[in-house]
């Protein structure tokens, strides 16, 4: 079955760096899109990133833009989203996600927390 595991988060100070990783398995990894989410306490979940099969196109929400790097490495099976510049606002539970079989799937979540 689909399985995508994150990992990386943690508690960082404002203007600190993390690195977040995504584990999939279950489906042919290098055939499909691959996006990030966060989600706050008491705010809807919202887009933070996505990249095409193989990287040739990358998208990010405005909040993000020039401080995350969302990346791949489709031989690991691995997603990935380094993220710099870290602050408060950023503070959120980050999911990994993909559309395949028909169905949107989704990761457990790391929780990143931005705080001095």
């Known amino acids: 079955q689909v399985q995508l595991v994150e990992s990386g988060g943690g508690l960082v100070q404002p203007g600190g760096s993390l690195r977040l990783s995504c584990a999939a398995s279950?489906?042919?990894?290098?055939?499909?899109?691959m996006s990030w989410y966060r989600q706050a306490p008491g705010k809807e979940r919202e887009f933070v990133a996505t990249?095409?099969?193989?990287?040739?196109?990358?998208n990010y929400a405005d909040s993000v833009k020039g401080r995350f790097t969302i990346s791949r490495d489709n031989a690991k099976n691995t997603l990935y989203l380094q993220m710099n510049s870290l602050n408060p606002e950023d503070t959120a539970a980050y999911y990994c996600s993909t559309r395949t079989y028909g169905m949107r799937f989704w990761g457990q979540g790391t929780q990143v927390t931005v705080s001095s």
């Open positions: 279950g489906f042919t990894f290098s055939t499909n899109a």
């Open positions: 990249i095409t099969n193989f990287g040739a196109y990358r």
